[in-house]
């Protein structure tokens, strides 16, 4: 089966976002792209505490899932 890119739309993200999710545009740009760029969901994206894929929480780590309400968020003051 062929590779098939999912181009439904998005939810827009309206939630701050964890200040332990990293990706590779935070270390070019100095900041995470904003929520209405059209590769926002397609960006690798890794958890600083555990430095891998998966959060302390053992769940996925991605822009729209490290938000408020997950027991390992922490919100920039």
Known sequence: MAF???????????????IYLRSKSIYVTGELRTPDHPDEDSEYCWCNQTQHILGPDQRDVERRACVPGRNCFKESH
């Open 4 to 18: 098939e890119k999912d181009y439904s739309e998005k939810k827009p993200l309206v939630k701050a976002t964890c």
